[in-house]
Each structure stands twice: as structure tokens, then as C-alpha cells.
């Protein structure tokens, strides 16, 4: 079973230790594999036993491990739900070679959370999450219709109208509404049980320091 992608926005509130363990990145034309190979700092890369979140957790040793995902597929969609952290706020745009890759980054310990597309080697378009809409890239506009619909920003037309402040979303509730529109517009959902609580394969994607310590 999968959910839109609103359920991340909640995750990322939670209390659990878990709700920090979800850096998440996916693809539309790569593999599981090939996108952590991709993502990772050594090749290749082995798949392996399936694990829960708070196992793969338990990975990341900070000697000879330091980033460690659990990879699955949605649909079109690969995806890997790294833990402890996650290179995809500097990742290489030339990852997305011949496919998509999204990107959906908490950031608990420096935020703004943020989501970034990439495509054909380029950053397609990227923004900071639940701080109003500033994009940036080549395709800035691409999600525009689609928060307009769902709220998040008011129509070109009518920017200048402010809403009140009984109308003005919260932080929370606008991560919510971005993140399900960018679902439905890039035909994208993750299911919720099977990373927050089941078993997946896991991957290890670096197995030294990263190079922003």
C-alpha cells in the first residue's frame, strides 16, 4: 500500500527517534541499486539483508560506516530512505543523468527542510519547505499550478491579496500541502508502514567522513 506524500511532512514532526531517519531521495528511471550507487562514495554498491529504520540506525558507526539507506521501489519510482543523514543537500545534480531524482531532506539539525528535482544532469527546481515560496533552478514555475491549487501560494494574478491571519498556514500544514501536490504532479507515493515500521534492504552509501565535517 502506498500514501501521498503528506505523511512525510507529519513524520518529520514526530517524537520518535526514527522521525529524523528519513532523508529521502528517489528516481524515475534508475533502479534502487543504481541510485545508490549513484548516491554513494564507493562502487559498488551491495545490497543487503532487509532491516527495519531503527536497525539500519544502528549501522552507522561513524568508523567504517557513516551513511546507511534502505532501498525499495513505489511504482516508477526507486527509492532510498537514508538514517543519521544524508549527502543530498550537496548531491551531485549529475545523478539524475537520464532520469529524475527528487529530493526530500529534513534538515533537523540545520533547517529549512527543503525538496529539490533534478533532471538531465541539472537542478530542475528547488525550495525551501514551510518558509513560504522561493524557487529556484531551470524549471522554476513547474510546481506553481499545483500549489496554487492546493493553496500553498495565491494565483499569479492576485499576488498582491494577502491572507488573513485566521487564513495563513502554518509552517507544518504548508510542508503538508506542498509535499502531497509535488506527489500527485510527479505521479510519486511512499509507502508509509513499510519504511516507517516494516523491513527493507539495506545499502550502505558512505563509508567515510563526509567531506562538509
Excluded at 39 to 64: C, F, K, N, S, Y
Excluded at 99 to 125: K, M, N
Aim: glycine share 8%; with cysteine; net charge negative.
Amino acid at each position: 500500500m502506498t500514501d501521498d506524500l503528506a505523511w512525510v511532512a507529519d513524520a518529520w514532526r514526530g517524537a520518535s527517534p526514527s522521525a529524523t531517519d528519513l532523508y529521502i531521495t528517489c528516481a524515475r528511471g534508475l533502479s534502487p541499486q543504481q541510485l545508490a550507487e549513484r548516491m554513494a562514495d564507493h562502487e559498488p554498491v551491495e545490497v543487503g539483508p532487509a532491516l527495519t529504520i531503527q536497525e539500519a540506525h544502528r549501522m552507522v558507526d561513524l568508523a567504517e560506516i557513516y551513511r546507511a539507506g534502505r532501498i525499495g521501489q513505489s511504482g516508477d519510482w526507486s527509492f532510498i530512505v537514508e538514517c543519521v543523514g544524508s549527502e543530498g543537500w550537496t548531491l551531485d545534480p549529475a545523478v539524475s543523468r537520464g532520469a529524475e531524482v527528487l529530493i526530500l531532506d529534513p534538515r533537523p539539525d540545520d533547517p529549512p527542510s527543503f525538496f529539490t528535482y533534478l533532471a538531465d544532469g541539472e537542478v530542475q527546481l528547488h525550495f525551501e519547505l514551510g518558509f513560504g515560496y522561493d524557487p529556484a533552478g531551470a524549471q522554476p514555475d513547474l510546481l506553481r499550478p499545483a500549489l496554487e491549487a492546493a493553496g500553498v501560494i495565491p494565483p499569479e494574478d492576485c499576488i498582491d491579496v494577502l491572507l488573513g491571519e485566521d487564513e495563513e498556514l502554518s509552517p507544518a500544514e504548508e510542508k503538508r500541502r506542498v509535499l502531497k501536490a509535488a506527489g500527485e504532479y510527479f505521479g510519486l507515493s511512499l509507502p508509509r508502514q513499510a519504511i516507517e515500521n516494516g523491513q527493507l534492504p539495506t545499502v550502505v552509501t558512505r563509508t567515510s567522513p563526509p567531506s562538509s565535517w
